[in-house]
C-alpha cells in the first residue's frame, strides 16, 4: 500500500491485496482516524517501522480503527511501513499489513524486504518528477509557451493537482493567488479569475491553443497572465502516487503562471509604484543616481526623491540596506 498525501487529512492510495469495499472505507473514514499518523511526522525516512514500533499493541486494540477495519480482515495488526519522501507539503508513504497469526514468520522478512525496496522506489519517484517536468517543458514550448520560471500544475478535470514544478509548489504555499481545498483542488483566491478559470477547464480541448486567463492576486493588484492547455498521454505519469497506477487519464489539463519580473515582485512585496522599482532595481545593479537619470531621462534630482521614496516604504535608512533587501527578493 502506498499512500501520498498533501493535506494531512486527505490521501491519495495505491494498493493490491485490499478489498475494494475495504479500501473505499478507508479512504472515506479510517484513513482519518488511523492511529499511527500521528507519528509519521517523527519517522526517519527510508527506516521501516512495525507497528508495535509506532503504538502498543494495547493502545491499538482500543481504537476504533483497530475494531473495524484491522480487526473484520483478519486482524492484520503486524506489518512494517516507511516514510518515502517527506517535504513541507507532500508525504510518501509505503507499507504492508500482515495478520497477527503470521506475524512472527513474516514480519521480519517483509522488513528487511521493505528497507532494500525504499532507497530505489524513492529514487524512481524523484527520477520520474524530473522527467515528467521534461515532457511538460517540451509540450509548454511546442506552443509556443516559456516553461523558465514558470509555475506550472497539471489537474485533472475536476481540478486535483496532480503534479506542481518548484514554483507552482512555491505559489502553493505563498497562498497568495492560488489555493488548495481538502481534496487537493486547485482554485484561484481572486473570484473572477477562478470563474474565467473554470470557464477555461470546460473549453480546453487537445491539440487546441493555448487559452489566456489573467490569474490576480486579492488585496495587491498584482495579476499574471496565465494559460491553460490541455495534453494526451505521451506527457504522462506524473510524480508522486500517479506514477504507481495502472491506468492514467486520456489527458489533464496544465495551467502555467509565468513568472513575475523584478519590478512587478517589488511592486507587490515592497508596495513600490513602477517607477520606484526601476530605480531600485537599478541601485541594486550598482547604478549611480546620475546613470540612473540619464537611462531614464529623468533629472538627478527626481531619482534622488524616488530612492528618498523607496528607503521609506522598504523601513531601511541606507542604500546598502536597501540592495540587500532586493536582493533577497530578486535573486
Not at 472505507?25 to 482516524?33: H, K, P, R
Not at 516507511?82 to 503470521?102: F, S
Not at 517607477?275 to 529623468?298: K, M, N
Request: glycine share 8%.
Amino acid at each position: 500500500m502506498f499512500f501520498d498525501t498533501v493535506n494531512p487529512d486527505v490521501q491519495d492510495c495505491f494498493q493490491t491485496g485490499y478489498s475494494p469495499d475495504k479500501m473505499a472505507s478507508f479512504m472515506d473514514y479510517y484513513g482519518a482516524i488511523n492511529p499511527y499518523r500521528a507519528q509519521f511526522a517523527h519517522m526517519t525516512p527510508l527506516v521501516a517501522r512495525t507497528p508495535a514500533q509506532l503504538l502498543s499493541h494495547r493502545d491499538l486494540m482500543k481504537t476504533e480503527f483497530h475494531a473495524d477495519w484491522l480487526r473484520p480482515q483478519g486482524d492484520i495488526s503486524a506489518g512494517a511501513g516507511m516514510i518515502l519522501q517527506r517535504d513541507a507539503r507532500r508525504l510518501l508513504l509505503m507499507g504492508g499489513h500482515i495478520r497477527m497469526k503470521d506475524q512472527d514468520r513474516l514480519e521480519a522478512p517483509w522488513m528487511m524486504l521493505a528497507n532494500m525496496l525504499g532507497p530505489a522506489l524513492r529514487h524512481a519517484v524523484e527520477l520520474n518528477h524530473i522527467l515528467s517536468g521534461l515532457r511538460l517543458e517540451n509540450a509548454l514550448l511546442a506552443q509556443g509557451l516559456t516553461p523558465t520560471g514558470a509555475a506550472i500544475l497539471v489537474l485533472s478535470d475536476d481540478r486535483r493537482i496532480l503534479f506542481a514544478n518548484a514554483m507552482g509548489e512555491r505559489d502553493l504555499a505563498r497562498g497568495e493567488a492560488l489555493g488548495g481545498d481538502l481534496w487537493r483542488r486547485l482554485h484561484l483566491r481572486d473570484a473572477l479569475s477562478d470563474r474565467a478559470f473554470e470557464a477555461g477547464l470546460r473549453r480546453c480541448r487537445p491539440n487546441a491553443p493555448p487559452i489566456a486567463l489573467r490569474v490576480a492576486e486579492p488585496g495587491t493588484g498584482a495579476s499574471r497572465i496565465a494559460h491553460l492547455l490541455r495534453v494526451g498521454p505521451e506527457v504522462l505519469p506524473f510524480a508522486g502516487i500517479d506514477t504507481l497506477r495502472r491506468t492514467a487519464p486520456d489527458s489533464v489539463v496544465v495551467l502555467v503562471i509565468p513568472a513575475a519580473s523584478a519590478a512587478e515582485t517589488l511592486m507587490r512585496y515592497l508596495g513600490l509604484t513602477l517607477a520606484e522599482s526601476e530605480v531600485a532595481l537599478a541601485l541594486h545593479s550598482g547604478q549611480t543616481p546620475t546613470e540612473i537619470a540619464a537611462a531614464r531621462g529623468v533629472s538627478v534630482h527626481t531619482v534622488r526623491s524616488q530612492t528618498k521614496a523607496v528607503l521609506g516604504k522598504c523601513a531601511v535608512r541606507r542604500q546598502s540596506e536597501l540592495v540587500a533587501l532586493i536582493g533577497r527578493l530578486v535573486r
